[in-house]
T-cell receptor
């Protein structure tokens, strides 16, 4: 049958703005979450991770927020730059025997205009 | 420190053939996972190996198989290739398979 491509959400911002990318996850047992950035023709690049015993974690220009009550994850990028333009994926791991298994969101396309 | 290395970067095969892809993990990482990425299905987990043993498997047909060697390098094999197998195949390594997954650049497989 005909395959239907994923329709990725898009976010368009101006250089210097702050960006917020959201992700809803479905598995309440997930205990580890990662944000990845993927540029065209490349593999996913690690941005930041967070474990379920935390609700916020900060890195360089990035912050991840985790709300386990509503199963929601967000990535905040401060002072967004054109080099931040890419597809951003959230990923979750359920722990236990889910070795090596990440479940990915559909991705969000971030476009930063100079 | 060297990252995750996947070879080859690009591959073109015809239907019915088989293919073997290779992944060398970050030094010290013993877990290697494989993923398939397509525009239609996104990123999907294939399987994970640790110390030469498959510990976890996704929902793919038996035509997709893998193995891991004593040096933690891993290969995946796809037999009887179909047009729908065209995808970017990614591997990720981790120290223990629980945290800190680092991806390689992938192998772009095209079936004609």
């Amino acid at each position: 049958g005909e395959s239907v491509g994923l329709h990725l959400p898009t976010l368009s911002v101006q250089e210097g703005d702050n960006s917020i990318i959201n992700c809803a996850y479905s598995n309440s047992a997930s205990d580890y979450f990662i944000w990845y950035k993927q540029e065209s023709g490349k593999g996913p690049q690690f941005i930041i991770d967070i474990r379920s015993n935390m609700d916020k974690r900060q890195g360089q220009r990035v912050t991840v927020l985790l709300n386990k009550t509503v199963k929601h994850l967000s990535l905040q990028i401060a002072a967004t730059q054109p080099g931040d333009s890419a597809v951003y994926f959230c990923a979750e791991n359920a722990g236990g025997t889910s070795y090596g298994k990440l479940t990915f969101g559909q991705g969000t396309i971030l476009t930063v205009h100079p | 420190k060297a990252g995750v290395t996947q070879t080859p970067r690009y591959l073109i095969k015809t239907r019915g053939q088989q293919v073997t892809l290779s992944c060398s993990p970050i030094s010290g990482h013993r877990s290697v996972s494989w993923y398939q990425q397509t525009p239609g299905q996104g990123l999907q987990f294939l399987f994970e190996y640790f110390s030469e043993t498959q510990r976890n498997k996704g929902n793919f047909p038996g035509r997709f198989s893998g193995r891991q060697f004593s040096n933690s390098r891993s290969e995946m094999n796809v037999s009887t290739l179909e047009l729908g197998d065209s995808a970017l195949y990614l591997c990720a390594s981790s120290q223990d398979g629980n945290y800190g997954y680092t991806f390689g650049s992938g192998t772009r497989l095209t079936i004609v």
